[in-house]
């Protein structure tokens, strides 16, 4: 396993009216992240906050393209990113106990904090189709390079991991400064990872080891 210390690129926040950072997606010009009542949409390049849609976002949230995902308690909503109307609603399968969410190859996948997994499941039906048992609690979750990354938070020790997709084993961690959680995560889609704060209302970017 490689491990090394996180190179955090840019911090953004705290936001006005935010007491927490859950989950956080990329649309390929914004940032999102939840907030409990509401989706922001961050302006990366100017770290402005230029959008926020009235939605319950509780845990994490993904982008497929043209909808946004967000999970809010036991439920994952399919959202209009321009008119903040809720599309749909399928079960989320933790139950409640759900943290991360992305978007890749047609489904979504959903991490489960304390059950400490993160399940593929159908974006229509929320079937599980499969099941990775992690060894670490499971916060945000991102696919970027053909890679499944997670975050974990647990007391005040967090970091980010590369997971092997097929085993849960342990390829890569890079390691948080203390004190400093990982609730929500999301690739830029090359060099950076976005990372939600939890309760310091920050989001962060942090450099992918090449």
Known sequence: ???????????????????????????????????????????????????????????????????????????????????????????????GGDSGLTWAEGSLWVGEYRGQK????????????????????????????GELWHGTWDGDESDLRHIDPETGAVLDKITMPPGTGVSGLESNGADLFYCGGGKSGKVRAIRKPK
């Open 1 to 95: 396993m490689k491990s090394s210390l996180a190179q955090i690129d840019r911090e953004y926040g705290p936001f006005a009216d935010t007491e927490q950072v859950h989950g956080v997606t990329f649309d390929g010009r914004n940032v999102w992240f939840a907030s409990g009542d509401r989706i922001n949409a961050l302006d990366p390049e100017s770290g402005e906050t230029v959008r926020s849609l009235e939605v319950a976002a509780h845990a994490g949230t993904a982008y497929d393209g043209r909808h946004l995902f967000q999970i809010a308690e036991d439920r994952i909503h399919k959202v209009d990113p321009t008119s903040g109307q809720v599309l749909a609603t399928i079960p989320a399968p933790g139950n």
């Open 118 to 145: 993160i399940h593929q499941i159908d974006p229509e039906t929320g079937t599980v189709l499969r099941t990775i048992q992690c060894s670490r609690v499971v916060t945000g979750v991102t696919w970027v390079d």
